[in-house]
């Protein structure tokens, strides 16, 4: 079942505006933008999918608890908010192949901890399945976003997508504070 809010939680916590500069250092390299944009979502969506199934495998077989996750990944998820409210653009500058780029656009920037902590936790909550349809979901709006930004790159406002993604970086360091709160509430009972 497809989860409005969850798709937005998703969307927001992969940030994919925050890649912009990346797509951008491509852009001005002249490598095929289009295809770094592609490969990075798909290689992420590949990643997301991996742990939605192993993830709480590894926790199993450490024998860490939901809420040690919870406050784990709400730390690694204020760091990332901080992180990307404070954006550096020089990110990725010294990427020179496409390879590169993809790699660090597909891991960190769009499936980092925090995104993979989010989605282990909601693979509890939730269930698979439905966890799925909605990582599926989210990662088509981010593809057409991708490709609208590789379509558009010459005539795109970087300052206004810099903005745009210090905003998510905000929400991003709220949902990361309110998962340690709930972990350390759930710790103490």
Do not use: H
């Amino acid at each position: 079942m497809l989860i409005p809010a969850l798709i937005v939680q998703l969307f927001i916590l992969i940030n994919p505006l925050s890649s912009f500069p990346m797509l951008m250092g491509a852009y001005r390299k002249r490598m095929d933008v289009k295809k770094i944009a592609i490969y990075s979502v798909i290689i992420a969506f590949a990643i997301a999918i991996l742990f939605v199934f192993v993830g709480p495998l590894f926790f199993a077989m450490f024998g860490i608890s939901l809420n040690s996750l919870m406050i784990a990944g709400g730390i690694i998820l204020v760091l990332l908010g901080i992180d990307t409210v404070r954006l550096n653009e020089e990110y990725g500058k010294n990427a020179n192949e496409m390879d590169g780029y993809i790699s660090l656009i597909a891991s960190p920037m769009l499936t980092g901890p925090a995104t993979i902590s989010f989605i282990i936790l909601k693979s509890y909550e939730i269930g698979a399945i439905d966890l799925v349809a909605n990582i599926t979901a989210t990662f088509m709006v981010i593809g057409i976003v991708f490709l609208c930004t590789a379509a558009m790159i010459r005539k795109v406002n970087a300052r206004a997508i810099s903005i745009v993604s210090k905003i998510f970086g905000l929400f991003l360091t709220a949902i990361g504070i309110e998962m340690i709160a709930k972990g350390i509430q759930a710790l103490l009972i």
